[in-house]
């Protein structure tokens, strides 16, 4: 089995903003939201990545990624 099963590359506009995440496939799942804990393992937090050409428009578009229910 491959090492990483998914990459996750998180863009505003036309830009990537921190590092490209990879899920192990020890993983089965990953989830992605806007929180600030450490990025690890099988979870991806936008809320620690900092863009300092960040846009009103991306920052409202922050606001709604993230785990619902």
């Known amino acids: 089995a491959p090492e990483n099963w998914c990459s996750i590359a998180y ?5 990537q903003v921190g590092e490209i995440f990879k899920v192990t496939s020890n993983c089965p799942s990953v989830t992605v939201d806007g929180y600030v804990d450490p990025s690890g393992g099988n979870r991806f937090c936008l809320g620690q990545l900092s863009n300092v050409h960040r846009t009103e428009a991306s920052e409202r578009a922050r606001l709604h990624i993230g785990a619902y229910g």
């Open 11 to 15: 863009f505003e506009l036309d830009q």
